[in-house]
């Protein structure tokens, strides 16, 4: 008999790998905060010595979700200039109020709220790009929730750092400092090609291949964002960037919004990822990304968010079945982007392009145990025919009772286990007077 130390229960488990199974009666063994096994549940008793079990008898059990894009701090920002296109929102609101208040503190208490929420909707890691990513590593290591950290980079100057190359630097000796925690990684994140130098541009190619990290990037998310790129350098802004030695394996192209067809041919051949964000991408009028025809041509398609001032949710449950619908209305086929692809871009395909798809993302033996429990017994959700698609089309984030990362309790019974969530609401609150005071 094996000693594990937790054996979780649960009606349903969809491992993702392989695709398209779902195992009923089934348990997850966990020991030393990885899979150990998925056996029936009958099995076990004979098989396993367990220092606790959960049994969840009416809930299906996915892998942690992934939100391959977003900027959490901004959860502070949430509401305060809705129902605007990107660029007057940008310019004329979000980046006075961010040179008025962001700061190592702002960042801090705005990651924790970020985080509290996004692990009460089932979300296990995110992949951020803000200023002050230390501030964000100390938040996401208090909540116990995996981040992948953008080491950000844009010309202008602000309270973090006067210059690209000083942004570049902070973000790389924030890496040195948090080198080896488990829960942290990091990747490049220059803003967008309308905000980085060709200078900066090749410098962090040369980065990326130096330190094997992804390239995490706003682009064509816009049409005015297309037009601007070939007024003032002749080509559109994806093809500079391949022209500057950025589309790879390692490049996340967020958003993605605007593509031809001999691009979405370039990021299928040189295995680039999109991380497609459908709820901003439709509030801000972005436009609706061809994701029917990425899928097509085999592109790696992850599910993020953007940030909470831009969406306003960090809800990947609800992308998930938003992007589902999208995808199926734009292209006129119904099959498009069934109940099990959705998953999986919300979990193993958004692991794999921040490169930890062989640790995260699927419910696999050797894995670490990053797990979330969604219950299918309330009256949305019935009669539960096929688990997958209840989670997809009927279930919310308000469904969610259970989340572990890397086998240790984040939430269980829909109660935090590392954040105390009065002292969040507090802090959220402080933030609220004072950037309503001083807009």
Known sequence: MREVDTLIHAAWIAPVEPAGVVLEGHCVAVRDGRIDAIVPSDEAAGAF???????????????????????????????????LPLMAWLKEHVWPAEAKHVGDEFVH??????????????????NDMYFFPEATA?????????????????????????????????????????????????????????????????????LAEEIDAPVHTHVHETADEIAQGLAQHGVRPLERLRRL???????????????????????????????????????????????????????????????????????????MRTAALLAKGASGDARVLGTHQALRMATLDGARALGLDSSIGSLVPGKSADMTAVELSSPETLP????????????????????????????????????????????????????????
């Open 384 to 439: 539960c025919f096929d688990p997958v698609s209840d989670l997809v089309y009927s279930a919310g984030r308000e469904n969610v009772t259970h989340v572990w990362v890397a086998g240790e309790p984040r939430l269980a019974e829909r109660r935090l286990a590392t954040v105390d969530e009065e002292e969040v609401r507090a802090r959220a609150a402080l933030w609220r007077q004072r950037i309503r005071t001083n807009p």
């Open 245 to 319: 030695g950025l589309v790879g394996p390692r490049l996340i192209a967020v958003h993605a919004v605007h593509l031809e067809e001999a691009e979405i041919e370039m990021l299928a051949r040189e295995g680039a990822s999109v991380a497609h964000c459908p709820s901003s991408n439709l509030k801000l009028a972005s436009g609706i990304a061809p994701v029917a025809a990425l899928l097509a041509r085999g592109v790696n398609v992850g599910l993020g968010t953007d940030g909470a001032a831009s969406n306003n949710r960090l809800d990947i449950l609800g992308e």
């Open 49 to 83: 010595s367990a220092r606790s079990e959960v049994r969840l008898e009416r809930h299906l059990l996915v892998p942690g979700l992934v939100n391959l894009h977003g900027h959490a701090a901004m959860a502070l920002l949430r509401g305060i200039a809705d129902d």
């Open 138 to 206: 100390r938040a996401a290591l208090r909540a116990g929730i995996r981040a992948s950290l953008g080491i950000i980079a844009v010309e202008f100057p602000s309270a973090y750092a006067p210059d690209a190359a000083g942004y570049l630097h902070k973000g790389l000796a924030t890496r040195d400092a948090y080198r080896g925690e488990e829960l942290l990684s990091f990747c490049l994140a220059p803003h967008a090609p309308y905000t980085v130098a060709d200078e900066t541009l090749v410098r962090i190619a040369t």
């Open 109 to 126: 208490d705005g990651s924790l709220l970020a985080a509290t929420e996004m692990l009460r909707g089932g979300v296990t890691c995110f």
